[in-house]
């Protein structure tokens, strides 16, 4: 076996996005492209000579390909030893848990999310450090730092890796683990609900639950655990093959993409309980019969309800939620007394308040939510919570969920994206909301009255950076606000997310349809950020 150094030339947009580097699969296919940035990672991380790197993905094109290279790379910058999920395959919770458990100084995860895949998707490459989550924004920056000079990769000439069985193998003196992708996930999962309660509802013959895997990489799991483990009956999983290209689909969890699912739930015969999740598996839709539960609304059901549920029973050390998710979750925090922290967009932002014992809770509106079990939002761990609170309350979703609003009001909340629209037209836009930001505090908007205008800044209560531009925010004096933001996971153009929100405290009120109930809202969002003028588009591309 052979240690070769390779000559590169740097490329010029490995900057990592919201979640890791995502491109599509022709730019990574690019000679040194991926190489590049896997030796920036390398490059950038102290102290990695013989220590753990925990590998997988989400099964999508080119993720056996990248594995291979990683994994030749790795060996020649003196990593001890890569654990590799069978088949190429780790969710990115599972990833997280096994970085926990491994003791590792990190992990390379393979996924663009609920980005499309196949050879002319996306693919993508996320770092996440040793205590399991996503690389906060120092190590990103010296990675990309590290992207534009480099001139060189290290890689070790040597055969393929069977992938496919669960052993042990050596390139060169490094010691390569093909681990079962499911296990030490379900075992941790075991430690957190009540599995026998959970397994009494499932098969009790009163209650049906469907779960959608989008042919994503949440099926092997959720066979294991909900067929296997917890009794429910064989083709309660669908869609359950990860499939290169997700079966033409795109893998994300919401109402116009979960189609198959949405069906379900809202035809005839409709099961209790539906759920899905996204490409990697931390994402999470949570249907109940004939009722779509907001992300933002389940985080909220989630902490009121969280002393149902063994893994926290003895109390919540506090909630967090991303800027812009709706303020649901708020309003239980301060009836249980503790303390909500309010982050930018991005899983990262919520490691170090997890790491330092200040939020047991996190969410985003964006069908993300998750706990300090791992340092990752959790798709199947939210629908494990769901089915705990399902099994000790004996009530539906939506009752569930109504009850809650009678108890603490309805936040109204909807997110608008207008996707792929042209970047320039995007940024002036954003640009010329920033400029009038300034002026607007006080000033009436047709029923509505500005209480504050800004650019969301953060400044982290553990470490205390600064992380700023995260969303324009407007809020008005009737609690109601909307938020701007561009995407920072899109590879095609730019996209704007306009966020709206209002609170509704009578119940008499709390059947009326969302996008009824933010209607005057959403005119006044499209004028005052010219959505029209500055991107040319009549009406958005998604409405979750
Ligand atoms: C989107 C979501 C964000 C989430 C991220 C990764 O990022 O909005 O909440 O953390 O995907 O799943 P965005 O494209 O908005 O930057
Ligand atoms: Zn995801």
Redesign the pocket.
């Known amino acids: 076996m052979n240690l070769q150094t390779i000559a590169t030339k740097p490329f010029s947009d490995q900057k990592p996005?919201?979640?890791g580097l995502r491109k599509s699969v022709p730019d990574f296919q690019k000679e040194n492209y991926l190489e590049n940035f896997i030796q920036a990672i390398f490059d950038s991380l102290e102290d990695k000579a013989g220590k753990t790197l925990v590998l997988g993905g989400d099964g999508r094109y080119y993720n056996r390909t990248a594995i291979q290279v990683i994994l030749k790379m790795a060996a020649a910058n003196e990593i001890g030893k890569v654990l590799v999920g069978c088949g190429g395959i780790l969710s990115t919770p599972a990833a997280s848990c096994i970085i926990r458990e491994s003791d590792a100084l990190g992990g390379i995860i393979l996924s663009a999310?609920?980005n499309p895949g196949g050879p002319e998707g996306d693919f993508g490459v996320k770092f996440n450090t040793s205590n399991g989550g996503p690389a906060p924004e120092k190590v990103t920056k010296a990675i990309f730092e590290r992207s534009k000079a480099i001139d060189e990769y290290k890689i070790l000439e040597a055969a393929d890796i069977n992938l496919d069985r669960v052993g042990s193998f050596k390139l060169g003196t490094m010691a390569v683990e093909v681990i079962d992708s499911v296990e030490s996930y379900g075992t941790l999962m075991r430690s957190l609900f009540d599995f026998t309660a959970i397994r009494n509802l499932l098969t009790s013959g009163k209650f049906r639950m469907c779960m959608d895997s989008l042919h994503a990489v949440t099926g092997p799991y959720a066979r294991v655990i909900f067929e296997g483990q917890l009794g429910a009956p064989a083709g309660t999983v669908q869609n359950g093959e990860p499939l290169e290209d997700f079966g033409g689909g795109h893998p994300d969890p919401n109402l116009v993409y979960a189609h198959d699912l949405v069906e379900i739930m809202f035809g005839d015969h409709a099961p209790d309980f539906g759920a899905a999740s996204?490409g990697d598996g931390?994402?999470n839709m949570i249907l109940g019969q004939r009722f779509f539960v907001t992300p933002s609304d389940s985080l909220a059901v989630l902490t009121a309800n969280a002393k149902l549920v063994p893994g926290y029973k003895d109390g919540l050390a506090g909630v967090a939620r991303?800027m812009?998710t709706s303020a649901a979750v708020d309003r239980v925090a301060d009836d249980l007394g503790i303390d909500c922290y309010e982050t930018p967009?991005?899983?990262k932002f919520f490691g170090n308040l997890l790491d330092a014992g200040k939020a047991t809770l996190c969410g985003?509106?964006?069908f993300?939510t998750g706990s300090n079990h791992v340092r990752e939002?959790d798709g199947l761990w939210a629908v494990l919570f769901w089915l705990n609170i399902l099994a000790v309350r004996q009530e539906s979703v939506e009752d569930i969920v109504r009850d809650h609003w009678k108890a603490y009001g309805r936040n109204f909340y909807s997110r608008h994206d207008y996707e792929e629209v042209a970047s320039a037209g995007a940024n002036q836009l954003m640009d010329s909301l920033r400029a009038k930001l300034g002026d607007l505090p006080g000033q009436k908007l047709g029923q509505y009255e500005v209480k504050y205008a800004d650019d969301f800044s953060y400044t982290d209560p553990v470490d205390g950076s600064v992380s700023e531009q995260q969303g324009i925010r407007i809020g008005f004096t009737d609690g109601s606000r909307m938020v701007f933001?561009?995407?920072?996971?899109?590879t095609k153009g730019a996209?704007l997310?306009v966020y709206l929100e209002s609170y509704e405290p009578d119940s008499s009120k709390h059947d009326e349809d969302t996008q009824e109930a933010l209607s005057s809202l959403i005119t006044l969002a499209e004028e005052v950020a010219q959505i029209r003028e500055f991107t040319g588009r009549d009406e958005p591309t998604v409405i979750t």
């Open positions: 996005g919201t979640s999310s609920h996204d931390d994402r991303s812009p967009t991005g899983w985003e509106e964006s993300g939002k933001r561009l995407s920072g996971t899109g996209t997310r």
